[in-house]
């Protein structure tokens, strides 16, 4: 690192690994204070900046990464759990809708998930619960799965958006791009090895393609090492139950590839 005082610390502690090595393990007292704290005694009228002893490594690094700020895409890269991603995303105001006091909804299921569900957004009683997919919509999707041998457990379920748009309309262009990052940074940190994607917004914001869901249907796109399949959204399905013969051949082609691509059983 370019910093002299992150330098010295970390040239210290190879000094102690190395001493370690020749003289056997050893404790140091216990201490709460930051490695650029500890050696910068010149803190007088400076903005605290510590963090705790138990904070994650993302944090660290957000606040002491070579003295500059990092990234958005270099914040979300040290995200290595969906833990840390979740606690990230809690307090990305660029999430946020222009709906005030919504709830992040930021997704459920299996974090070791071979196939991953994304709609769009959530809607009124995800906002409540802060889980996607539990009003209507969500029961119709579990019987789906239920249908095709899955358990909702089995599978992991998100949304492009994290938060709930005004009045449950679709989110817009500027939404979506926005919550893009997290989201592709959340499905690597899952690596499924199947994504279905609920609703054309969803499918066309993914694929960045701008095509009918007719015309996205009964492909399996290579994505981020997965492949991506498009059907309808189950709230379509409530409205439009014409549709529900076309999912049910959506789904059936998803549940054959996954098994061919040994998901978990």
Request: net charge negative; glycine share 8%; aromatic share 6%.
């Amino acid at each position: 690192m370019n910093n002299p005082e992150i330098k010295l610390f970390n040239e210290i502690i190879q000094f102690l690994e190395s001493e370690r090595e020749i003289y056997g393990p050893f404790s140091l007292p216990d201490s709460s204070v930051e490695p650029e704290q500890a050696l910068n005694t010149d803190t007088v009228n400076k903005p605290d900046t510590s963090i705790s002893a138990n904070s994650s490594a993302s944090e660290w690094l957000t606040l002491h990464s070579e003295g500059k700020p990092l990234s958005l895409l270099e914040k979300l890269d040290a995200c290595k759990s969906l833990e840390e991603l979740k606690l990230f995303c809690g307090q990305a105001n660029e999430l946020r809708t222009d709906l005030n006091g919504t709830r992040l909804v930021f997704g459920v299921g299996n974090p070791n998930a071979d196939l991953m569900l994304i709609g769009e957004a959530p809607g009124e009683q995800e906002d409540i619960q802060g889980e996607p997919f539990v009003g209507a919509a969500g029961q119709l999707l579990n019987k789906i799965l239920e249908a095709i041998n899955f358990k909702r457990e089995d599978v992991y379920i998100a949304n492009i958006l994290k938060h709930r748009p005004p009045g449950n309309r679709n989110p817009n262009p500027d939404e979506r791009q926005r919550s893009l990052p997290y989201l592709l940074r959340q499905i690597d940190l899952i690596r499924p090895k199947i994504i279905l994607c609920l609703g054309k917004i969803s499918g066309t914001t993914l694929l960045n393609k701008d095509d009918s869901l007719g015309n996205l249907r009964g492909v399996f796109y290579p994505f981020r090492g997965a492949e991506l399949t498009v059907t309808y959204h189950p709230a379509a399905l409530l409205r439009n139950p014409q549709w529900k013969r076309p999912v049910w051949e959506d789904v059936q082609r998803v549940r054959k590839r996954y098994d061919e691509l040994g998901g978990k059983p």
